[in-house]
């Protein structure tokens, strides 16, 4: 059994910041891709920024440079640092994680997060 927790989310004014971190709990061998989606007021979720085991990382074009995605391997757990927050940035943020179970040590299963909020006033 994994849990994913999430926690940062929060109201901010357009140009401050915000720190979202999911950490994962349960039966855990390890977890391979981690990932942060988010999904805006009538949008469909998009990717915003993605990091594997080893580190590397991608983002959506409309964060680059404003947003750094991390991963705490020992803890189990992925960051979103969000500086110069925007408005358009306001959505539900989901953790995405590919887990490979203590009990099953096969391919990584994707687990989500239940999403944390960030509104961007002006």
């Known amino acids: 059994q994994v849990q994913l927790v999430e926690s940062g989310g929060g109201l901010v004014q357009a140009g401050g910041s915000l720190r979202l971190s999911c950490a994962a709990h349960?039966?855990?061998?390890?977890?391979?891709?981690m990932a942060w989606y988010r999904q805006g007021p009538g949008k469909e979720r998009e990717l915003v920024a993605a990091?594997?085991?080893?580190?590397?990382?991608n983002y959506a074009d409309s964060v680059k440079g404003r947003f750094t995605i991390s991963r705490d391997n020992a803890k189990n757990t992925v960051y979103l640092q969000m500086n110069v927050l925007k408005p358009e940035d306001t959505a539900v943020y989901y953790c995405?994680?590919?887990?490979?179970?203590?009990?099953?040590?096969?391919?990584?299963?994707?687990?989500w997060g239940r999403g944390t909020q960030v509104t961007v006033s002006s």
């Open positions: 995405n994680l590919d887990i490979v179970s203590a009990y099953d040590l096969g391919s990584p299963s994707a687990y």
């Open positions: 349960g039966t855990i061998f390890s977890i391979t891709a």
């Open positions: 990091t594997t085991r080893g580190g590397n990382s």
